[in-house]
């Protein structure tokens, strides 16, 4: 053997794969037959703690009945991680897999969200599933009788059953007993006594906000925003709607809503202002330091899951639960408190290959053995770790009640401020309202949630807000409902015209490189006379010399790369972009739709347009900052190695680690520079919490990653000739004068390359207003990138996605395009 090392290390890696390579457990060895895999996608990931338990009774039962009949199937469940930051308001992954006819045959789902991607046939109906269970006569079958009458509704589409509830979680109002005692807020008893109405909500709210002695807020009575309430509660509560009753308008600005819009403007008005009380809410912390436990926050409207929470952190606090306050009126009509819930459901996607599996595995998760499994685990757990055990809300009446029984309203251990909240919660059950089922249900979600945002920050009326909202939703509402009129793409023809256009590439450079006079034209369309009158003749057959194999020879990766990853995908994009197109379904081409209302009713366009055209003025910024810093490192001192280290460290943490660091330190209550303002007697801005201070924030944070940029500049002065700086310093130029007559003028070329890379780079930015602000405030940071993402992964306008990226592009082409035309007047090259 010429070289034994190189085989030895071969053999050596083989073994090491062979060891890594999966195999079947044990017990999956001792059995025998058909083993079908379940592939099931949850939000958080794997399958874990008390849910694996409650599988791994699901997988042993068919174990059980394998040996009994060995005709039945063997289940395994498999889960893997789900990346997603978001898995319902970024649905990526789960589409893409749908699309691409690898799903996952069981989805753990937000109810709200499955009428949204049922419309555009993601999910199976599930009525066929429960029609043979109760045909058959199975008392174990999830029917609509067993469940509670809002999560089961939330779960349905068109008539059609697409979701199995799994769980659920209502809201009421908390309020600390002892703050409302202090404020004289009791009944005859001296007990405390909560607000019933929005007036008294309103009064106490005033009543029980506290300043401290320098005038700020040390506790907020009453913050609508605060807990989990948001606009949809308050619009049902004043007797509102957000949907017609056939489902096909849009009614965000219905009078009552905007009345409860209102409302909640006047609240936040007579306690301060929604941004001061923001600011105060930014410095809230979790766990023990919670600031309705630590007396910050004297009543809120949260959800169920705030009783084991309290019952683990808050066992001392004297609190109290009430159903949600309602305008007088509706209680003086005989109308009942209302609450909304929220929860999640099981589905199994439409391309999904194991369906009768999926549909056995829910039936088994819905069942009274499996959440028996889960609760009792979920106890061991929490008393094991010392904290009291308090079940979840389950969508089935019986179980819930059953469970709450057995666990919290029998228990002595419970405290009774715990026991008679859950019994509050529970109690609002059955009136429950849920958000509308809908086919843009994300789209309404985000709607209301910035309408409420521009109303509180004062940026328009409640009305104002509402309309602009109902247009946009509208809009969408009528596409999806009435989808644009149009021939299905011809693939066949995509593929034929994908493949002329690189047969006339591959002419077209073929006749470059051959004939002199297609290159002297070439480069007189460009411009270039110089080199045009260059050229000399040559031989025609330049393009077989074997120097030119061997250049296409190292080129062709990338080329080959380019052909199938990149011009690929480029002209679908530009196909796509004609087209009506949602992932799920076949493409329909409609022309120029998506440019015309991109250009005309897309009322968010200029705004993302225009937020990232702000964020051109980091672009200087970060040159002169990355500049300076490698005119400091560029000095002749010991230790400069490690001075440049540290120096770019910044440039290499990824920008999710970095973007929570900055986070902390835009925090207005308690973040690093505004704790070091207040040492100088400074107020600081709220920073990411304020729509006029989130971009500059955001570009204050890029000055710190300049390390990125300073190599490049120092790669240019280390290039520069100091023979220039002698001679210049021999004609009497100081300091100053040198680095503007020399150093600058050197390093134009570095400027250039900085300022266009740096434009590109800016116009695609997205990572830090998708990881910190999401968006907001008030639209301040909704990026076009980020604009572009949600209507590409959020709202299915795949097409229309298309249209703006394509639009991105001439835009940016045109910049650059902009500075190498008027490149000449200003960079210097040394050869030229």
């Not at 002695?213 to 925003?225: E, I, M, N, S, Y």
């Not at 305008?327 to 003086?332: I, S």
């Not at 440039?651 to 999710?656: E, N, T």
């Not at 949600?790 to 996605?801: E, L, P, Q, T």
Request: charged letters at 20%.
């Amino acid at each position: 053997m010429r070289n034994p090392r190189t085989i030895l290390l071969c053999l050596a890696f083989l073994v090491v794969v062979w060891l890594l390579h999966p195999r079947r457990t044990l017990r999956e060895q001792r059995v025998s037959g058909e083993v079908i895999e379940i592939i099931y996608m949850g939000p958080g990931g794997p399958i874990g703690g008390a849910m694996a338990d409650a599988v791994r009774e699901f997988e042993v039962l068919s174990e059980q009945a394998h040996a009994r009949d060995p005709s039945q199937p063997i289940y395994r469940v498999i889960s893997g991680q789900n990346a997603a930051q978001n898995q319902v308001a970024d649905p990526t992954r789960f589409l893409i897999s749908v699309a691409g006819g690898t799903p996952p045959d069981v989805i753990w789902f937000d109810r709200y969200a499955i009428a949204e991607w049922a419309a555009r046939g993601a999910f199976t109906p599930l009525d066929a599933y429960i029609e043979r269970d109760l045909d058959a006569g199975r008392t174990d079958t999830p029917a609509g009788n067993r469940f509670f009458a809002s999560c089961w509704d939330e779960a349905r589409y068109d008539g059609r059953v697409y979701g199995i509830p799994t769980s659920v979680d209502d809201r009421a109002l908390l309020y600390n007993r002892d703050l409302l005692r202090q404020a004289g807020l009791v009944d005859a008893d001296g007990e405390p006594l909560p607000p019933r109405t929005w007036e008294e909500l309103a009064e106490y709210a005033r009543k029980l906000t506290r300043r401290d002695a320098d005038g700020k807020l040390a506790c907020v009575g009453f913050a609508p925003q605060f807990g989990n309430s948001w606009l949809y509660m308050y619009g049902w509560m004043a007797g509102g709607s957000f949907l017609s009753p056939d489902g096909r308008t849009c009614t965000l600005n219905h009078p009552r809503i905007v009345e409860a819009l209102q409302y909640m403007v006047d609240v936040y008005e007579s306690i301060g202002g929604y941004a001061e009380v923001a600011a105060f809410q930014a410095g809230f912390q979790g766990g023990e330091l919670d600031p309705f436990i630590q007396g910050k926050i004297a009543m809120k409207i949260d959800g169920s899951w705030q009783m084991p929470f309290l019952a683990a952190y808050g066992r001392n606090l004297d609190f109290g639960a009430a159903p949600p306050p309602m305008p007088r009126r509706e209680l003086d009509a005989g109308k009942p408190h209302i609450s909304w819930n929220g929860g999640w459901a099981y589905a199994i996607p439409t391309t999904a290959r194991n369906k009768d599996a999926a549909w056995e595995f829910i039936r088994f998760m819905t069942g009274e053995r499996a959440f028996t499994i889960w609760m009792e685990s979920e106890r061991e757990i929490a008393e094991a770790q010392g904290r009291l055990f308090i079940p979840r809300q389950l969508p089935l009446r019986d179980l819930n009640d059953h469970f709450f029984e057995k666990y919290v309203y029998d228990n002595p251990r419970i405290p009774a401020t715990v026991r008679d909240g859950c019994r509050v919660y529970n109690k609002l059950l059955p009136d429950a309202r849920f958000r509308p089922v809908t086919p843009v249900g994300q789209l309404l979600w985000n709607q209301h949630a910035e309408a409420m945002e521009a109303a509180l920050y004062k940026r328009a009326t409640p009305k104002q807000a509402l309309d602009n909202g109902t247009a946009i939703v509208q809009r969408d509402l009528d596409r999806v409902l009435s989808p644009p009129k149009g021939r299905p793409v011809n693939w066949h023809g995509f593929f034929v015209l994908y493949a002329a256009l690189l047969l006339l590439a591959g002419a077209a450079l073929y006749l470059l490189d051959t004939h002199r006079g297609w290159r002297r034209r070439l480069l007189r369309v460009l411009r270039l006379r110089g080199a045009a009158d260059a050229v000399v003749e040559g031989s025609s057959g330049g393009y077989f010399r074997s120097q030119w194999k061997s250049g296409w020879l190292c080129a062709a990766p990338w080329i080959i790369g380019f052909v199938v990853f990149g011009g690929g995908p480029m002209l679908f994009s530009l196909v796509m972009s004609t087209c009506d197109y949602d992932i799920l379904n076949p493409p329909r081409f409609t022309g120029l739709d998506n440019y015309r209302w991109l250009f005309t009713r897309d009322k968010l366009f200029p705004l993302a347009l225009g937020n990232t055209l702000y964020m051109v003025v980091g672009v200087p910024l970060g040159m002169a900052m990355s500049l300076s810093v490698a005119l400091l490192l560029n000095l002749k001192i010991r230790g400069m190695a490690v001075w440049r280290t540290f120096f770019y460290l910044p440039a290499i943490v990824p920008m999710v680690a970095s973007s929570i660091l900055w986070i902390w330190i835009f925090n207005p209550q308690g973040g690093l520079i505004n704790r070091a303002l207040s040492l100088l007697r400074l107020e600081g801005p709220l920073w990411l919490q304020s729509p006029a201070w989130s971009k500059p924030s955001i570009i204050l944070m890029g000055l710190w990653g300049a390390g990125s940029g300073m190599i490049i500049w120092l790669a240019g002065l280390k290039g520069i000739n100091e023979q220039l700086y002698e001679a210049a310093s021999l004609d009497g130029a100081n300091a100053w004068k040198r680095f503007r007559h020399v150093t600058i003028p050197q390093l134009t070329p570095y400027i250039f390359f900085n300022l266009v890379m740096g434009l590109i780079h800016t116009f695609q930015i997205f990572g830090q207003a998708f990881i910190m602000t999401h968006g907001g405030p008030d639209n301040s940071t909704l990026f076009y990138v980020y604009h572009l993402f949600n209507n590409a992964f959020r709202y299915g306008h795949m097409g229309y996605a298309s249209a703006m990226a394509w639009v991105l592009f001439v835009i940016v082409l045109a910049i650059t395009a902009f500075q190498l035309r008027f490149s000449k007047r200003w960079v210097y090259y040394e050869s030229e």
